[in-house]
């Protein structure tokens, strides 16, 4: 089994909340624990509680900016979401699009070296991860979220209890899966990167991937790149490449999307997933 590494250094939390006064009971509650608890353990607990569009925009542009300064934090997103539009603003029933939000995190992850973890109670939030469609710079770390709707009660019951073993116990994924794995969803960058790599080798292998690598190429003439044949040619030969499973092409993908951060998983990891995949 490919072993993932899980190691994160977390010295803060912001909690974003875009909820109603009226919404805010179990927020108000977790904030009354952790505002006792956190200070006990020397982690600073910064909330913002955003009206409109424009703030929750400010608001991560505010955490950005204390990144450079040093901190590594955890990301609480406490709102309402919509599969197709967003994170709800609630005080202006404004939506910050999936995209927006995407774009927000990944430079907050770039300042952070590829440590931020972002823990999501807004339903729908898997949508943020579904946003990763090439190797540029993870918008996360550990994403934390749903693709679905998130009952306020088990945020209620579970996130402060959460929060208190992540720096009681000092493992993130450990807290995740005790008190949030029945109802979210954990995603890990480097896993995804790895999945992402071993299926487009599986799919470009062998005579079933010849239809898939002209797709590929079919494609790129649809975004804008000349149908001519000296782009047709430099096209084959560099997905041909693509398709031919390397180390250097791992670490060419793990630098510009994991930035750098050690994985734990290599070439032969990766052909023997393929090959536990296609034995099924």
Same mark, same amino acid.
């Given at each position: 089994?490919?072993?993932?590494?899980?190691?994160?250094?977390?010295?803060?939390?912001?909690?974003?909340?875009?909820?109603?006064?009226?919404?805010?009971?179990?927020?108000?509650?977790?904030?009354?624990?952790?505002?006792?608890?956190?200070?006990?353990?020397?982690?600073?607990?910064?909330?913002?509680?955003?009206?409109?569009?424009?703030?929750?925009?400010?608001?991560?542009?505010?955490?950005?900016?204390?990144?450079?300064?040093?901190?590594?934090?955890?990301?609480?997103?406490?709102?309402?979401?919509?599969?197709?539009?967003?994170?709800?603003?609630?005080?202006?029933?404004?939506?910050?699009?999936?995209?927006?939000?995407?774009?927000?995190?990944?430079?907050?992850?770039?300042?952070?070296?590829?440590?931020?973890?972002?823990?999501?109670?807004?339903?729908?939030?898997?949508?943020?991860?579904?946003?990763?469609?090439?190797?540029?710079?993870?918008?996360?770390?550990?994403?934390?979220?749903?693709?679905?709707?998130? *009952?306020?009660? &088990? %945020? +209620?019951?579970?996130?402060?209890? #959460?929060?208190?073993?992540?720096?009681? $116990?000092?493992?993130?994924?450990?807290?995740?899966?005790?008190?949030?794995?029945?109802?979210?969803?954990?995603?890990?960058?480097?896993?995804?990167?790895?999945?992402?790599?071993?299926?487009?080798?599986?799919?470009?292998?062998?005579?079933?991937?010849?239809?898939?690598?002209?797709?590929?190429?079919?494609?790129?003439?649809?975004?804008?790149?000349?149908?001519?044949?000296?782009?047709?040619?430099?096209?084959?030969?560099?997905?041909?490449?693509?398709?031919?499973? *390397?180390?250097? &092409? %791992? +670490?060419?993908?793990?630098?510009? #999307?994991?930035?750098?951060?050690?994985? $734990?998983?290599?070439?032969?990891?990766?052909?023997?997933?393929?090959?536990?995949?296609?034995?099924?």
């Amino acid at each position: 089994m490919t072993e993932f590494s899980s190691t994160v250094y977390v010295n803060s939390i912001f909690w974003i909340t875009a909820l109603k006064p009226e919404d805010m009971g179990a927020t108000n509650r977790i904030y009354d624990d952790l505002i006792h608890y956190l200070p006990s353990v020397g982690i600073p607990f910064n909330t913002f509680e955003v009206s409109t569009a424009g703030d929750f925009l400010l608001a991560l542009d505010t955490i950005a900016e204390s990144a450079r300064g040093g901190l590594k934090p955890i990301l609480h997103l406490d709102a309402h979401g919509s599969n197709d539009k967003g994170i709800l603003i609630a005080g202006s029933g404004e939506y910050v699009s999936w995209n927006a939000v995407f774009d927000k995190l990944r430079a907050i992850n770039i300042v952070t070296g590829n440590n931020l973890c972002v823990i999501s109670s807004a339903c729908f939030s898997m949508q943020i991860a579904r946003r990763i469609e090439a190797p540029v710079a993870a918008p996360f770390f550990l994403l934390v979220a749903s693709d679905k709707e998130v *009952s306020v009660g &088990f %945020i +209620d019951d579970k996130m402060t209890a #959460f929060y208190k073993e992540v720096f009681d $116990g000092g493992n993130l994924v450990e807290a995740y899966r005790k008190y949030l794995s029945s109802d979210l969803t954990l995603f890990h960058c480097e896993r995804l990167l790895a999945i992402a790599i071993a299926k487009l080798w599986a799919d470009l292998v062998g005579q079933a991937g010849d239809r898939t690598r002209e797709d590929m190429l079919t494609n790129a003439f649809k975004e804008g790149i000349p149908n001519t044949r000296y782009f047709r040619r430099m096209g084959r030969r560099i997905i041909k490449k693509m398709a031919r499973p *390397s180390q250097d &092409f %791992i +670490d060419s993908q793990v630098a510009r #999307f994991l930035m750098g951060k050690p994985v $734990g998983f290599d070439k032969n990891s990766l052909m023997k997933m393929i090959r536990e995949e296609q034995g099924k």
